[in-house]
């Protein structure tokens, strides 16, 4: 200790000197000796280094470490959570709390010469109280609430250690448990430039414990097990560099995105997914990949990884034994890098799910459990080997005997970016300015052979996003396409498709592009072949009723030998004279609606259909329409109940609640008011008839927007009993079923669809799981919901999943199962894979039923939605709706 004494006040002693000096100043140091060993010597008094093994000495007014003074000022400043508040206080550049350090009054705008520097001791620096019980609101001006928002320029956060470990910068919320919305600890604007953290972690432990050796008082407890958006920090400016930094979280962990210009070296991560930034610099990095898809998207020139070690422990293996880079998709570049997992069941490495026809992704030399691999599989499209291609030299070089990542390269932008001082090793190779990326754009997605044709034209990138001029660019189709398109090069970087097709279906084709250093590019043309005719009339349409309960389409077209694929919509009128009509029926996946079966809504009304002519070769013509004859009556109907697998359900807006008809709208209830960015008022299709992906399989519909809803209200009169049964699946594949926590499905049947009373089931993402959901009965009096049952926490929101209500006299029963098998973390948690729930109701008179889902669609408009495959609705015993 004594040593440290001599030392400070030495330190103190030259650092005023220095100083005096500059000031011109007359004292000689020896005069001042006495005096700075007097200060120095009662701020080393005071001071231990926390880590004694890798000490730094503080003196007050400057500190050293590994050797090295460094004189504390307005450029400088020190922060230190070991040192109590009457010490930190005594100094004008010393601070033992990070919100003071990193406030507006202790930061001034650095420079490239002279940065704003941070020099941060180990300890852990919580933003806010860890322990904090209250809710934090969006941040004034920003989409997210932050713990910090950090204006300076220049910016650099020095960890005084060579173990990131021993400095964090830590939060402790997430979305729905401590804040409202996606908790992002920083938020860091520089006005264009320059932040820099080197040797320190920035932690959420929101989801996971702080575990800190240094000083296990430290430690902190997660605050929740439930994985939740808990960030970390985002960026208004460029070059962002990291080094020997750790970043701690799971779902969106957000390192530090959105930079113009971002590298990492030599850090490390932990995340589930939607976490990495989509376009940045990755080198020597290692990553806990718990989520399939750590990048939800990546973007512009996409990532790229260098001598990265993916270590994939996905928590969810069993449902999806695959690691992906991406949710949606972008351009990834992979260097030298190693996969290692270590599951009992075959396991499998690709860059994302749906790559889309146009993916390009370059690799090599990539290992998977030491062996090499093609990421996707060989053959894979998507996948670019650049073993032997001079674009390799792009990412990575070899001169004078040695290897280089070609960051400078990547970087360098306008202004000569170098952090790894590799620019006269990459320029000396004649590797300083190499495009990585070949995009096509086209005037045309679809050609029609014989009418218009497609202009392709290529755009050549470096990854710094700088167009390149002048690259030579070959295109080419296979011998399978060249059967339904010529293509014509011009030399300059375009060419001319046209199509040739002269079969009935319409054909995808693809046309690649390449450059002489190895940059590939490919585009999907659907072509057609050459329009025909719609086909005209040759019988006139009629409606007829030829069996019990339906009513049949009849007419005759010009076919030839092609089938008929003409659009007919059913529509029901109050007149005779078809005023007013509301569509009831619709054609999809050109499959004509030949029938419709008559409703005990029709009753009193008289029935339309409207048909369009249309075969493969044509477009639909013009539509004829023809009503049956008579009102329809009770003696007509046969069917009791309602049966839909949504194929001919109509999925556009119908905003009129009427008896006897379906309400299709969207609608944000009071207790979701809070949400910004509902958009549901503006969709005219508020859900949408197709395909997705995940765990929806299959046809069926799926939400368009946020807050959609499907109401039906029977016909006029009182209703008894009745029961209510869903088969659906949830998008999610995990068993949390929505977007974020708060997010809900209402089903409700003996419901009055004018003042929205009733009862019925909820189905909640819950703060409590990230892997199951919360079922619970309800009920909605006058648009209000209560809760009338217990809380039931299950895993059985997923794949196939049944959902049966049943509602006799007092008493309200749900049933709710699914086929796919409980995984192995919900078993672990101990969820029941199924839901029983009953609760007692007073009896009512109404028949209708609602479904209301207030979650987000997520990415590609469906990866948060819930599919509808099948939907059937009892009325028990005689009433109204079973004349």
């Not at 799971?250 to 976490?275: K, V």
């Not at 719609?534 to 006139?540: A, E, H, V």
């Not at 007149?575 to 009193?604: C, F, H, M, W």
Request: aromatic content about 10%.
């Amino acid at each position: 200790m004594e040593k440290v004494k001599q030392w400070a006040a030495a330190g103190v002693a030259a650092a005023m000197a220095v100083s005096l000096s500059a000031c011109g100043g007359s004292k000689s140091a020896n005069e001042i000796a006495p005096v700075a060993a007097e200060m120095a010597s009662a701020a080393a008094g005071e001071y231990v280094p926390l880590n004694g093994e890798d000490p730094i000495e503080f003196a007050g007014t400057n500190i050293t470490y590994q050797g090295k003074t460094i004189p504390l000022g307005p450029k400088a400043i020190y922060l230190d959570g070991s040192l109590a508040d009457e010490t930190a206080d005594r100094y004008d550049y010393v601070y033992n709390d990070i919100t003071e350090a990193l406030s507006a009054q202790a930061l001034a705008n650095g420079t490239e010469q002279e940065p704003m520097t941070v020099y941060i001791a180990p300890y852990v620096y919580w933003i806010d109280d860890p322990e904090a019980s209250d809710t934090l609101e969006k941040t004034e001006g920003y989409e997210v609430p932050y713990g910090m928002v950090v204006d300076c320029e220049w910016l650099s956060l020095k960890g005084l250690t060579q173990d990131p470990d021993h400095v964090v910068l830590a939060g402790n919320r997430g979305q729905s448990h401590g804040a409202d919305g996606n908790y992002t600890i920083f938020r860091f604007n520089n006005n264009g430039t320059g932040l820099q953290v080197q040797n320190l972690t920035i932690g959420n432990y929101c989801s996971v414990d702080l575990n800190y050796a240094l000083k296990p008082e430290l430690n902190q407890e997660k605050r929740t097990s439930t994985i939740t958006q808990a960030q970390l920090a985002d960026l208004s400016g460029d070059r962002m560099f990291a080094e020997n930094c750790n970043f701690i979280s799971r779902l969106n962990l957000r390192p530090i995105n959105g930079g113009e210009r971002s590298l990492y070296n030599n850090c490390h991560f932990e995340s589930t997914d939607d976490a990495i930034n989509g376009n940045a610099v990755f080198v020597g990095c290692d990553f806990d990949f718990y989520g399939n898809r750590p990048l939800a998207e990546a973007t512009k020139t996409g990532s790229v990884f260098l001598d990265c070690t993916f270590r994939c422990v996905t928590l969810t293996v069993e449902t999806e034994p695959v690691q992906y880079f991406t949710k949606r998709g972008g351009a990834i570049t992979a260097v030298d890098c190693t996969y290692q997992s270590n599951f009992d069941i075959p396991f499998e490495i690709a860059w994302t799910k749906y790559p889309a026809a146009s993916l390009k992704c370059y690799q090599y030399n990539i290992l998977h459990n030491g062996k090499p691999i093609t990421i996707a599989g060989e053959g894979a499209q998507e996948t670019v080997d650049m073993t032997g291609a001079e674009v390799l030299k792009a990412y990575r070089i070899e001169t004078d005997g040695k290897s280089y990542y070609n960051t400078y390269n990547l970087l360098r932008g306008n202004d000569q970016w170098d952090p790894l001082d590799v620019k006269a090793a990459v320029t000396a190779a004649g590797a300083d300015k190499i495009p990585t990326m070949l995009s096509l754009e086209t005037t045309e997605d679809t050609i029609v052979s014989g009418s218009n044709e497609a202009v392709i034209s290529s755009k050549v990138q470096y990854f710094y996003q700088t167009e390149e001029t002048g690259s030579a660019v070959t295109y080419s189709i296979s011998d399978k396409d060249g059967a339904y398109v010529k293509l014509a090069g011009h030399g300059n970087g375009t060419c001319t498709i046209q199509g040739i097709n002269e079969e009935d279906e319409t054909k995808q084709v693809m046309v690649h592009a390449k450059t002489p250093e190895g940059l590939e590019a490919s585009l999907e043309l659907t072509v057609k072949p050459s329009v025909l005719e719609s086909p005209s009339f040759t019988k006139k349409l009629t409606v007829q009723k030829e069996k019990e309960g339906y009513l049949t389409a009849e007419y005759g077209l010009e076919l030839g030998d092609r089938a008929d694929q003409s659009v007919i919509s059913w529509y029901r009128s109050q007149d005779a004279a078809g005023s007013n009509p509301i569509l009831l029926a619709v054609s999809t996946q050109d499959q004509p609606k030949y029938e419709y079966r008559l409703t005990a809504g029709d009753i009193g009304s008289y029935l339309t259909a409207k048909v369009e002519p249309k075969h493969i070769r044509s477009y639909p013509g013009s539509a004829m329409s023809a009503m049956f004859s008579d009102k329809i009556t009770a003696a007509d109907v046969t069917a009791r109940n309602f049966h839909t697998d949504f194929s001919d359900f109509p999925v556009v807006r119908q905003t009129e609640i009427k008896p006897g008809y379906w309400t299709v709208d969207a609608f944000q209830p009071a207790d979701m008011k809070d949400y910004s960015g509902w958009k549901g008022e503006d969709t005219d299709q508020p859900w949408i008839y197709g395909e997705t992906g995940d765990g929806s399989v299959g046809m069926g519909i799926y939400q368009g927007t946020q807050g959609v809803r499907l109401m039906y209200t029977p016909v006029a009169g009182t209703y008894g009993s009745m029961s209510f049964k869903l088969l659906a699946d949830p998008a999610k594949i995990a068993g949390q079923g929505f977007g974020s926590a708060g997010q809900y499905m209402d089903l409700c049947l003996k419901f009055d669809t004018e003042t929205l009373t009733g009862y019925g089931l909820r189905i909640i993402r819950t703060e409590a799981a990230s892997n199951a959901c919360t079922f619970v009965l309800v009920r909605y009096e006058n648009g209000q919901v209560s809760y009338i049952s217990d809380e039931v926490l299950s895993s059985c929101y997923l794949t196939g999943c049944e959902i049966t209500m049943k509602a006799e006299g007092t008493k309200l029963t749900v049933h709710v199962e699914t086929q796919t098998p409980q995984l192995a973390d919900q078993a672990k948690d101990g969820y029941m894979h199924s839901v029983d729930l009953s609760g007692e109701i007073t009896e009512n008179g109404f028949g209708g039923v609602s479904l209301l889902h207030t979650g987000t669609t997520g990415s590609g408009g469906w990866q948060n939605t819930t599919m509808l495959h099948e939907l059937d609705v009892e009325w028990l015993g005689e009433n109204p709706q079973n004349p």
